[in-house]
C-alpha cells in the first residue's frame, strides 16, 4: 500500500472527528495536536541533531505569554499598541521574541558537550519557569485571563470544535515542512551531526550553525504550539511551561520514536491518552485518591523503554505494508540530470600538499617532530609506521582536524594551519576515517550524498518549502555515479547499518569522491576487505590517480601498500625514519628494524 494512501485516510478521519466525537474527546486531540507540535521539534533537535534538550516546555511559554500579555495589557505603550489588535499579529511577534531569545541561549547552550548541555537546557529552562510566575506584569502564579479567541476570515474560534482544524492545520504543514527538510541537502547535513562533528566538518558542514538552526526551528514550533494553547484555553499560568512538562515532552519523543516525524504524533497520543486513562481507571481499581497514575505511567515508560528503545512509530512501520522502494523511473530520473559542475584539476606534477617542520606535541609529549612531506597531483603516497608512531596525529593536522605546534601545512599553495577543517574541505580536500563515521539507518544513497553538501547552495527556506528539487536530484545522481563507481550500485537503497565492514568503507571512499576533492587522504582503506574487494579498491585507486588526483594513505597492510603506491613515507616516535620507492624502503634497514620485524 502507498503511504500517501493511509496520510488520505489519516486526514480524512481528522476533518471528520470534530463532527462525530464528544467535546471531551476533541479536547483531548487538541492537546495532542499542540503536544505533537512541540515534540515534532525535539525530533529535530534530539532524535536526528543528537542533542537533549529539556527547556522546549520554556519555550511554549513564551510563545503563550507574549500573546497573552499583548492582547489583554491595557498599558501598552504607543509604538507597540498595534501587536494587541490581533491574535496573528501577536503570533509574528513572539515567534521573532522566542527566536531571538533561542538565538542567545543556543548561542551559549549549544557550544556545550556530554552531559552539560542538558543540564544547560534545564537551567535556563527552569529559570524562564520562575520568571514567568514572578513577574507582575504576567500576573505571577495566577497567570492571565481573559484572552481573545484566534478568529480566522471572521470566524471566532472560541470552541475547542472550531480551534480543531486550525492546530491541526499548523502540525500537519509542520510535520510537511520537517519532512522536506529531512530529506533535503540541509536535513543530511543535519543528521551528520549525529556521525560526529570531526566527520560532519570534514564534509563541508557548519556543525554550530546546523545545531543552531535545528535549535531555532524547535524552539519555533514551541512558541506556536504555546499560542494556539494561550488563545484555546483563553488564559495561562506558570504551571504548563515547567520542567516536569519539559521531560514530558521528551518521553513523548521517545515513545513515539525520537527520529520520525510520525512519531512525534504518535508518541504525543499514546502518552496524552495513557495518562488520561489511568487518572480514570485507577481511583477505581485501587480505591482512593493519588499519585498512582504517575508511579504506574514510570513503570510502563521503563517497560516500553526496554522493549521497544527505538519507539512504536518504527516498530509500526515494519508491520505496514509500505512501499518504500523508489521506482524504476525514479531511478533512471536521478541518473539522466545534469551532472554537478566539477572544479578545475590540477596539472600532473602540481604540488598539492607539503609539511614543512610539522611539530605537535602535548604539554611533554612529542606526538610529531619535525616532519616533512611532499605530495603530488597524480601520485600516491604511504604514510606507514608501527602503532602509536604519529601517524594518525599528523593525518589530523593535514587535514585541518589539528593545529600543529609549530611548522607549516600547506594545501593548494595556502597555509592552512588553524583553518576549520570544512573550509579546507571546500578547497578540495577529503577524507575517511579508520573508525567507519557512517550514519547507520541512513542509505547508502543518502550517505555518499553528504559528500555532496558543498557542491549545493539551497538553504532552509528551500529545504523546508521543497523548492531545490532539480538541485537536490543532481545531487542525489551525483552519489548515485560514485556508489557506481566504487562497485556499490546493488547498494544504493540499504542501510548503512546493515552493510558489511568492507563495504562501509568503500562506501566512505564513495562519500569522499562526492565532494570532487583533488587529494584524497585515505585512512587504513583497506581494514576488513577481502580479497577480491582490495584488488578492486587498488584498481579503483589507480584510476583516480591515472585521472590527476593526489591521494595520501595511511595503512597497515604491505602488501595492499607495496604494489600501489608510489612512494612511502615511514614514520617512528613521531618522527620520519626512511622516505622513497616502496623497493627501497622494503630493504630499509631501519625500517626493517622498526617497522617489519627486524633486519637479518
Same mark, same amino acid.
Given at each position: 500500500?502507498?503511504?500517501?494512501?493511509?496520510?488520505? @485516510?489519516? #486526514?480524512?478521519?481528522?476533518?471528520?472527528?470534530?463532527?462525530?466525537?464528544p467535546?471531551?474527546q +476533541?479536547?483531548?486531540?487538541?492537546?495532542?495536536?499542540?503536544?505533537?507540535?512541540?515534540?515534532?521539534?525535539?525530533?529535530?533537535?534530539?532524535?536526528?541533531?543528537?542533542?537533549?534538550?529539556?527547556?522546549?516546555?520554556?519555550?511554549?511559554?513564551?510563545?503563550?505569554?507574549?500573546?497573552?500579555?499583548?492582547?489583554?495589557?491595557?498599558?501598552?505603550?504607543?509604538?507597540?499598541?498595534?501587536?494587541?489588535?490581533?491574535?496573528?499579529?501577536?503570533?509574528?511577534?513572539?515567534?521573532?521574541?522566542?527566536?531571538?531569545?533561542?538565538?542567545?541561549?543556543?548561542?551559549?547552550?549549544?557550544?556545550?558537550?556530554?552531559?552539560?548541555?542538558?543540564?544547560?537546557t534545564?537551567?535556563?529552562?527552569?529559570?524562564?519557569?520562575?520568571?514567568?510566575?514572578?513577574l507582575?506584569?504576567?500576573?505571577?502564579?495566577?497567570?492571565?485571563?481573559?484572552?481573545?479567541?484566534?478568529?480566522?476570515?471572521?470566524?471566532?474560534?472560541?470552541?475547542?470544535?472550531?480551534?480543531?482544524?486550525?492546530?491541526?492545520?499548523?502540525?500537519?504543514?509542520?510535520? =510537511?515542512?520537517?519532512?522536506?527538510?529531512?530529506?533535503?541537502?540541509?536535513?543530511?547535513?543535519?543528521?551528520?551531526?549525529?556521525?560526529?562533528?570531526?566527520?560532519a566538518?570534514?564534509?563541508?558542514?557548519?556543525?554550530?550553525?546546523?545545531?543552531?538552526?535545528?535549535?531555532? #526551528?524547535?524552539?519555533?514550533?514551541?512558541? #506556536?504550539?504555546?499560542?494556539?494553547?494561550?488563545?484555546?484555553? /483563553?488564559?495561562?499560568n506558570?504551571?504548563? %511551561?515547567?520542567?516536569?512538562?519539559?521531560?514530558?515532552?521528551?518521553?513523548m519523543?521517545l $515513545?513515539?520514536?525520537v527520529?520520525?516525524?510520525w512519531?512525534?504524533?504518535?508518541?504525543?497520543?499514546?502518552?496524552?491518552?495513557?495518562?488520561?486513562?489511568?487518572q480514570?481507571?485507577?481511583p477505581?481499581?485501587?480505591?482512593?485518591?493519588?499519585?498512582?497514575?504517575?508511579?504506574? %505511567?514510570?513503570?510502563?515508560?521503563?517497560?516500553?523503554m526496554?522493549?521497544?528503545?527505538?519507539?512504536?512509530?518504527?516498530?509500526?512501520?515494519?508491520?505496514?505494508?509500505?512501499?518504500?522502494?523508489?521506482?524504476?523511473?525514479?531511478?533512471?530520473a536521478? +541518473?539522466?540530470?545534469?551532472?554537478?559542475?566539477?572544479?578545475?584539476?590540477?596539472?600532473?606534477?602540481?604540488? #598539492?600538499?607539503e609539511?614543512?617542520?610539522?611539530?605537535?606535541?602535548?604539554?611533554?609529549?612529542?606526538?610529531?617532530?619535525?616532519?616533512?612531506?611532499?605530495?603530488?597531483?597524480?601520485?600516491?603516497?604511504?604514510?606507514?609506521?608501527?602503532?602509536?608512531?604519529?601517524?594518525?596525529?599528523?593525518?589530523?593536522?593535514?587535514?585541518?582536524?589539528?593545529?600543529?605546534t609549530?611548522?607549516?601545512?600547506? %594545501?593548494?599553495?595556502?597555509?592552512?594551519?588553524?583553518?576549520?577543517?570544512?573550509? +579546507?574541505?571546500?578547497m578540495?580536500?577529503?577524507?575517511?576515517?579508520?573508525?567507519?563515521?557512517?550514519?547507520p539507518?541512513?542509505?547508502?544513497?543518502?550517505?555518499?550524498?553528504?559528500?555532496?553538501?558543498?557542491?549545493?547552495?539551497?538553504?532552509?527556506?528551500?529545504?523546508?518549502?521543497?523548492?531545490? /528539487?532539480?538541485?537536490?536530484?543532481? @545531487?542525489?545522481?551525483?552519489?548515485? /555515479?560514485?556508489?557506481?563507481r566504487?562497485?556499490?550500485?546493488d547498494?544504493?537503497y540499504?542501510?548503512?547499518?546493515?552493510?558489511?565492514?568492507?563495504?562501509?568503507?568503500?562506501?566512505?571512499?564513495?562519500?569522499?569522491?562526492?565532494a570532487?576533492?583533488?587529494?584524497?587522504?585515505?585512512?587504513e582503506?583497506?581494514?576488513g576487505?577481502r =580479497?577480491?574487494?582490495?584488488?578492486?579498491?587498488?584498481?579503483?585507486?589507480r584510476?583516480?590517480?591515472?585521472?590527476?588526483?593526489?591521494?595520501?594513505?595511511?595503512?597497515?597492510?604491505?602488501?595492499?601498500?607495496?604494489?600501489?603506491?608510489?612512494? $612511502?613515507?615511514?614514520?617512528? %616516535?613521531?618522527?620520519?625514519?626512511?622516505?622513497?620507492l616502496?623497493?627501497?624502503?622494503?630493504?630499509?634497514?631501519?625500517? =626493517?628494524?622498526?617497522?617489519?620485524?627486524?633486519?637479518?
Amino acid at each position: 500500500m502507498k503511504s500517501r494512501y493511509l496520510i488520505m @485516510l489519516f #486526514i480524512g478521519a481528522l476533518m471528520s472527528a470534530p463532527l462525530i466525537l464528544p467535546t471531551f474527546q +476533541v479536547t483531548l486531540l487538541n492537546y495532542i495536536g499542540l503536544y505533537a507540535l512541540v515534540v515534532l521539534g525535539l525530533v529535530l533537535l534530539t532524535g536526528v541533531g543528537g542533542m537533549t534538550s529539556f527547556g522546549q516546555a520554556a519555550f511554549v511559554g513564551l510563545g503563550a505569554y507574549t500573546s497573552a500579555y499583548l492582547t489583554t495589557s491595557a498599558q501598552l505603550p504607543a509604538w507597540l499598541a498595534w501587536a494587541g489588535t490581533s491574535p496573528w499579529l501577536t503570533l509574528v511577534i513572539g515567534i521573532v521574541f522566542t527566536g531571538l531569545v533561542a538565538l542567545i541561549l543556543g548561542a551559549l547552550t549549544l557550544k556545550l558537550s556530554g552531559h552539560y548541555l542538558p543540564l544547560g537546557t534545564i537551567a535556563w529552562g527552569i529559570s524562564l519557569y520562575y520568571l514567568f510566575g514572578n513577574l507582575e506584569g504576567l500576573g505571577g502564579q495566577s497567570g492571565i485571563t481573559d484572552l481573545p479567541p484566534i478568529t480566522l476570515l471572521g470566524l471566532s474560534l472560541d470552541k475547542g470544535e472550531k480551534v480543531f482544524y486550525l492546530i491541526w492545520a499548523i502540525l500537519l504543514v509542520a510535520m =510537511l515542512i520537517t519532512h522536506n527538510l529531512l530529506n533535503s541537502r540541509e536535513g543530511r547535513a543535519i543528521r551528520a551531526l549525529k556521525g560526529g562533528q570531526v566527520m560532519a566538518e570534514s564534509m563541508g558542514v557548519d556543525t554550530f550553525r546546523a545545531k543552531l538552526v535545528i535549535f531555532l #526551528i524547535s524552539a519555533v514550533f514551541a512558541a #506556536i504550539s504555546g499560542w494556539l494553547y494561550a488563545h484555546t484555553q /483563553r488564559f495561562v499560568n506558570p504551571t504548563p %511551561f515547567g520542567l516536569n512538562m519539559g521531560i514530558d515532552y521528551l518521553f513523548m519523543a521517545l $515513545i513515539g520514536g525520537v527520529g520520525s516525524v510520525w512519531g512525534a504524533l504518535l508518541g504525543a497520543g499514546v502518552l496524552t491518552l495513557l495518562k488520561q486513562w489511568l487518572q480514570d481507571w485507577l481511583p477505581a481499581l485501587v480505591g482512593s485518591e493519588g499519585n498512582y497514575e504517575t508511579i504506574v %505511567f514510570g513503570l510502563l515508560i521503563v517497560l516500553l523503554m526496554q522493549r521497544v528503545p527505538g519507539g512504536l512509530w518504527p516498530l509500526l512501520t515494519k508491520r505496514l505494508p509500505l512501499s518504500s522502494k523508489p521506482s524504476r523511473a525514479l531511478l533512471k530520473a536521478e +541518473v539522466e540530470v545534469p551532472p554537478l559542475s566539477r572544479r578545475t584539476p590540477p596539472k600532473k606534477g602540481d604540488l #598539492i600538499l607539503e609539511a614543512r617542520q610539522v611539530t605537535r606535541s602535548f604539554g611533554g609529549l612529542v606526538a610529531n617532530q619535525n616532519m616533512n612531506l611532499t605530495l603530488r597531483a597524480g601520485e600516491i603516497l604511504a604514510l606507514i609506521g608501527p602503532n602509536g608512531a604519529g601517524k594518525s596525529t599528523l593525518f589530523n593536522q593535514l587535514s585541518g582536524v589539528d593545529i600543529p605546534t609549530s611548522g607549516d601545512v600547506v %594545501f593548494m599553495g595556502e597555509r592552512i594551519n588553524g583553518v576549520p577543517s570544512r573550509q +579546507v574541505a571546500r578547497m578540495g580536500m577529503s577524507r575517511t576515517f579508520q573508525h567507519v563515521k557512517l550514519l547507520p539507518g541512513m542509505s547508502a544513497l543518502e550517505n555518499v550524498a553528504i559528500g555532496a553538501h558543498l557542491r549545493g547552495h539551497s538553504g532552509i527556506l528551500a529545504s523546508s518549502l521543497h523548492t531545490e /528539487r532539480t538541485e537536490e536530484s543532481r @545531487l542525489l545522481a551525483e552519489a548515485h /555515479r560514485q556508489l557506481e563507481r566504487v562497485g556499490l550500485g546493488d547498494y544504493l537503497y540499504e542501510e548503512a547499518g546493515s552493510l558489511a565492514l568492507g563495504q562501509q568503507r568503500i562506501l566512505e571512499i564513495a562519500r569522499a569522491l562526492c565532494a570532487d576533492p583533488v587529494l584524497l587522504l585515505l585512512d587504513e582503506p583497506a581494514a576488513g576487505l577481502r =580479497l577480491k574487494e582490495k584488488q578492486a579498491l587498488a584498481e579503483l585507486l589507480r584510476k583516480l590517480r591515472n585521472e590527476g588526483m593526489a591521494i595520501l594513505l595511511v595503512e597497515h597492510d604491505m602488501d595492499f601498500v607495496m604494489g600501489l603506491v608510489d612512494r $612511502i613515507t615511514v614514520m617512528e %616516535f613521531g618522527q620520519k625514519i626512511a622516505e622513497g620507492l616502496p623497493e627501497a624502503i622494503q630493504s630499509n634497514p631501519a625500517v =626493517l628494524q622498526a617497522y617489519l620485524g627486524g633486519a637479518e
